[in-house]
């Protein structure tokens, strides 16, 4: 008996990534309407008057089409893989890090009033991907895969260092000089997505591995 080839780690499958299109397609549309990306970026004093999906939508919105291409680039690559993974994960992870990063960016930044792009959703995906990636070498007894894995997770903290440091981007230009670094967002995207990657929630369980952690979760509330 073989395993079904439509399954992957977390309940996924091997269709095609809908959602990562959808997200895609979403931003492009955004960007292509203007006064769209100003009416759903993350706004403080929007969100104070009960505006409260900017939280989300904040991500869709880009303040150029240099900056969309650069986050799109990286979101398409990485939401392919890990949706294609396991649906399940990636879902996850790209909720909790758009809430997550939306909160940092409130209470790290109070002095910018506005915030748009995928980049910090990005850094997560790279986490989530990087990490699967290094159990799955784990799991062969692969040395040269956990190597690999130490060597993309430095690269991503020497590009953090030089955001902080430089105060400029790696990837996306700023011609206009509309754009402030916020490297804090990349730095906690990426943690969630690690966390995502290594979260064993019984929403990131397939049903035989749902059934055997259900004694397990609930002596954990009684």
Do not use: N
Request: with cysteine; hydrophobic share 50%; charged share 15%.
């Amino acid at each position: 008996m073989t395993s079904s080839p439509t399954k992957r780690d977390g309940g996924g499958d091997t269709g095609l990534p809908v959602i990562s299109v959808a997200v895609v397609v979403a931003a492009v549309l955004v960007q292509a309407c203007p006064g769209l990306p100003a009416a759903l970026q993350f706004e403080r004093s929007a969100i104070g008057q009960g505006q409260w999906w900017r939280v989300l939508t904040g991500h869709l919105a880009h303040w150029s089409w240099g900056h969309l291409f650069w986050d799109l680039a990286g979101f398409a690559i990485l939401g392919f893989l890990c949706e294609r993974r396991s649906r399940r994960r990636f879902t996850v992870c790209l909720f909790v890090s758009s809430v997550c990063i939306s909160a940092v960016f409130h209470l790290w930044h109070p002095e910018l009033a506005a915030y748009r792009g995928l980049s910090g959703v990005d850094s997560a995906l790279f986490g989530l991907a990087l990490t699967a990636f290094w159990r799955e070498a784990r799991r062969r007894g692969d040395s040269l895969g956990q190597w690999l894995f130490g060597a993309g997770a430095l690269l991503f903290c020497a590009k953090i260092a030089y955001e902080i440091g430089a105060r400029d981007f790696v990837f996306a230009s700023d011609p206009d000089g509309r754009m402030t670094p916020v490297p804090v967002v990349h730095a906690v995207g990426f943690l969630i997505g690690i966390a995502c990657a290594l979260g064993a929630s019984p929403c990131a369980l397939g049903g035989e591995e749902r059934e055997k952690a259900a004694p397990l979760i609930l002596c954990k509330f009684h």
